[in-house]
């Protein structure tokens, strides 16, 4: 019902895999995300279509990542296709139904009416990105050759959890021959170049503070935000058939750790999970540097001695200050490893818990 197939892939048949996907989408509802987190309605829709109710038995299991609990890149773009293919599909199966249907042939016939039904339904659906890569002109001042855009990002990460990425940033091309972004003739519409999109999706597992410091380091490139809303991991356990099963690679963070730790003697009939809501961010106007989450301390704490001198000339050279701050979805049963990692951490996070 819950086994590694592949390189960090799990996969989750029925029942299981609706039980977890409903889960998912009640923490998303719970986790109130603001626009920095990437869009809680399209992932919400990708999670009730990837659910046996919305396929019909048509698919046996659902992929997920085995180290976030989240669906994977596979899961993302099957039902991506799906509905790419459904509005095609839709009039050749009413002509194979009816086909089937004078032949007599009851089992096809209703294979084919549940593949109507899911592609009907994927058709009213909004779904999350795989990638999603947009950009806006914020200024164009043609006689300096500079110009100010606003990037952003929605993707799966290498990482398995699901990034919303936020850059703003001027460029002045006369000082560096790869243009990030090309404006048009009118000046008014930005269009983010191949050499941007290789630059970000390059960088785009970092933090903000390390995003921030690696595009400043291009010629040309003042970086004035960098913000990340993250989504993931989730960790999660559910009984089905006298057995709990959970995510396979918890990672090695102080959260993992204790929920490894504690997972062997967890009890009942009621799944458990924990979901974490990261936000970061790198910027100028940042009023008071400091790091809210337990799970990510601030760069400048975990740098060698050597490495800090460096770092430190470059924050002289491009000041800006960072927050980080992480927030939780819970069931009841997890609430105290949470509270026990804050407050280890010494932090004060919002916890949200999931009412049965």
């Known amino acids: 019902m819950s086994e590694l197939v592949a390189l960090h ?11 977890h996907l409903r889960l998912l989408g009640r923490a998303l509802e719970a986790g109130r995300l603001n626009k920095g987190f990437p869009d809680r309605r399209a992932l919400a829709g990708t999670l009730k279509a990837l659910a046996g109710d919305a396929h019909h038995g048509l698919y046996e299991q659902v992929f997920v990542d085995s180290r976030t609990g989240l669906p994977n890149l596979a899961s993302l773009t099957r039902v ?12 050749a199966l009413d002509d194979q139904a009816a086909l089937d249907e004078r032949r007599g042939e009851a089992e ?13 339904l994927l058709s009213t659906m909004e779904l999350a990105p795989v990638d999603r890569h947009r950009v806006w002109l914020r200024r164009h001042e043609p006689g300096q050759s500079r110009a100010s855009f606003r990037v952003e990002l929605t993707k799966l990460s290498a990482s398995g959890c699901y990034v919303h990425l936020v850059v703003e940033l001027t460029q002045t091309a006369s000082l560096w021959a790869q243009t990030l972004v090309s404006v048009d003739a009118a000046g008014e519409v930005a269009q983010g170049t191949e050499a941007l999109r290789g630059i970000v999706y390059r960088f785009a597992d970092f933090d903000a503070e390390t995003l921030f410091i690696r595009l400043h ?13 993250v989504i993931g991991p989730a960790l999660w356990a559910i009984p089905v058939g006298g057995r709990l099963h959970h995510v396979a690679e918890p990672g090695d963070d102080a959260l993992a750790r204790t929920w490894s730790a504690w997972l062997p003697g967890a009890a009942g009939a009621a799944p458990h999970l924990v979901v974490g809501l990261a936000s970061d961010t790198a910027a100028n106007d940042v009023r008071e540097e400091s790091s809210n989450d337990p799970l990510m301390p601030l760069l400048a704490d975990n740098l060698t ?23 939780f979805v819970v069931t009841g049963s997890a609430r105290p490893l949470v509270e026990g990692v804050c407050s280890a951490a010494g932090t004060r996070n919002l916890i949200y818990e999931l009412t049965s």
Not at 218 to 229: D, F, T
Request: hydrophobic content about 35%; overall charge positive; charged content about 40%.
């Open 9 to 19: 892939t799990q996969a989750l048949a029925e029942p299981l895999a609706s039980m």
């Open 80 to 91: 991506l296709a799906d509905r790419e293919v459904g509005v095609e599909t839709l009039r």
């Open 108 to 120: 096809v016939f209703e294979r084919l009416a549940r593949k109507r039904r899911y592609y009907e």
């Open 217 to 229: 380091e291009l010629e040309g490139v003042s970086v004035e935000r960098v913000q990340r809303g």
């Open 305 to 327: 001695e050597a490495e800090r001198a460096r770092y430190s000339i470059l924050r002289a050279r491009h000041p800006f200050r960072v927050y980080k701050d992480r927030k």
